[in-house]
């Protein structure tokens, strides 16, 4: 079936830092979303990118959508304690009516 | 607006119990899911539904029943339960149509133990 595979799963960081997850998948998506889950909580919509190569931009996050449309990533410029986290990427293909998720990236932050 | 509220937030099963969770959206959204959360795996779905009256399975969904008598009600059962269903259950909702984006909105989780 279809697989997003995100990476890395863990990541620590020291505060001031920067942050990248990616996500990949094996066939062409038709638009990616990413949320965020902090501890203890549920998942939260952050954004959705639909266009190929598309780039946005949320503050200290910037988000792109591979050329393929079949990669993304989401990096966050000087990290702050408040990021802490499990960021996931969650792409939807053409065949089908749901979200498939990635694995997620835990994001700890070093104060 | 309460947004999607999950019912009970604990609980803890033996082994061949039943339950039922409920799950409650006033967003008048077409599209409801249930996920179920186990650590290092991400989110995987259940079953979901496009509508009242319908549902359908996801990647996950042997041990589970479903139904969707009402637009804002998606009730998951677990007709006998087993420890390999311990985990942390999610509910969410989505609108259908309209503008993009169609971002899901969770509910608060269930944590359910099965001994």
């Known amino acids: 079936g279809q697989q997003v595979m995100q990476i890395p799963q863990y990541q620590h960081v020291q505060e001031g830092e920067d942050f990248t997850t990616y996500c990949n998948s094996s066939t062409t998506l038709s638009n990616i979303q990413w949320y965020k889950q902090r501890p203890g909580g549920h998942p939260v919509f952050l954004i959705q990118l639909v266009k190929s190569g598309e780039v946005k931009k949320q503050k200290r996050l910037t988000f792109q959508f591979g050329e393929a449309k079949k990669n993304s990533s989401l990096h966050i410029t000087a990290t702050q304690t408040t990021d802490v986290g499990t960021y996931f990427c969650a792409g939807f293909y053409n065949a089908g009516n749901m979200l498939t998720f990635g694995g997620g990236t835990r994001l700890m932050v070093k104060p | 607006n309460a947004g999607v509220t999950q019912t009970p937030k604990f609980r803890v099963l033996k082994t061949g119990q039943s339950m039922t969770l409920l799950c409650a959206q006033d967003?008048?959204?077409?599209?409801m899911y249930w996920y179920r959360q186990d650590p290092g795996m991400g989110l995987r779905l259940i079953h979901y539904s496009v509508g009242e009256g319908t549902t359908a399975k996801g990647e996950v969904p042997d041990g589970y029943n479903v139904s969707r008598l009402k637009k804002q009600n998606f009730l998951l059962g677990l007709e006998s339960a087993a420890p390999s269903q311990t985990s942390v259950y999610f509910c969410?909702?989505?609108?259908?149509?309209?503008?993009?984006?169609?971002?899901?909105?969770f509910g608060p989780g269930t944590r359910l133990t099965v001994t």
């Open positions: 969410a909702s989505s609108r259908h149509g309209g503008p993009p984006p169609y971002e899901q909105y």
């Open positions: 967003m008048n959204h077409e599209y």
